[in-house]
């Protein structure tokens, strides 16, 4: 059985950081893409970082672009997604994914595999 779960989100003030951390069980970690979904109140779930089951290529939404970073460690079958400069239009619940890399930067919810259960990321201006 399949079990992914995420942790980290929380509630900080614009500027501030975060780092998600999602884990995973009952698969091959290292051989799944994988990324990060968000969906705002009132909004469609969207990709926002995705990675190659190897590391070797990275995909982040423009509006993440040099604030967030992706990173996986096989061995720990972990994943994560460190939250820089957070904006108030970063509210969203986060949402870990497998994901084929591209399904992941299209944004397509429905290819998606596996899903966490959420993790809320509140930002206050």
């Known amino acids: 059985q399949v079990q992914v779960m995420e942790s980290g989100g929380g509630l900080v003030q614009a500027g501030g950081s975060l780092r998600l951390s999602c884990t995973a069980s009952?698969?091959?970690?290292?051989?799944?893409?994988m990324g990060w979904f968000r969906q705002a109140s009132g909004k469609e779930r969207e990709g926002v970082s995705c990675i190659m089951w190897s590391g070797a290529s990275t995909y982040y939404a423009d509006s993440v672009k040099g604030r967030f970073t992706i990173s996986r460690d096989n061995a720990e079958s972990t994943l994560y997604l460190q939250m820089n400069f957070l904006k108030p239009e970063d509210t969203a619940m986060y949402y870990c994914?497998?994901?084929?890399?591209?399904?992941?930067?299209?944004?397509?919810?429905?290819?998606?595999?596996?899903w966490g259960q959420g993790t809320q990321v509140t930002v206050t201006s």
């Open positions: 994914a497998a994901a084929s890399y591209a399904a992941c930067s299209r944004s397509s919810s429905q290819s998606v595999a596996y």
């Open positions: 009952g698969l091959t970690f290292g051989l799944w893409d």
